[in-house]
């Protein structure tokens, strides 16, 4: 896993593991933040389009990331 082996060949069926790089998990949670923002501000504009400028605002709640 640290690449200090001699290659390996591969037999049919062998598995693979490939580790995500450490930057994984901050790029899905900036992924989830961007479509939250965007979400929320196309739902507030809709309401505000369709004439239903009275306050009414929308937020989304920010789930778990998978």
């Known amino acids: 896993m640290k690449g ?3 290659d390996v060949r591969l037999e049919p069926g062998d598995i693979v593991y490939v ?3 450490p930057y994984t998990n901050l790029k899905r949670y900036i992924n ?3 479509a939250t923002f965007v979400s929320t501000v ?11 400028n009275i306050g009414i605002n929308v937020s989304v709640p920010v789930g778990t990331a998978r």
């Open 19 to 21: 580790p995500n790089s």
């Open 42 to 52: 196309a739902a507030n504009e809709g309401i505000r389009a369709a004439g239903g």
């Open 4 to 6: 200090r082996s001699p």
């Open 32 to 34: 989830m933040a961007v």
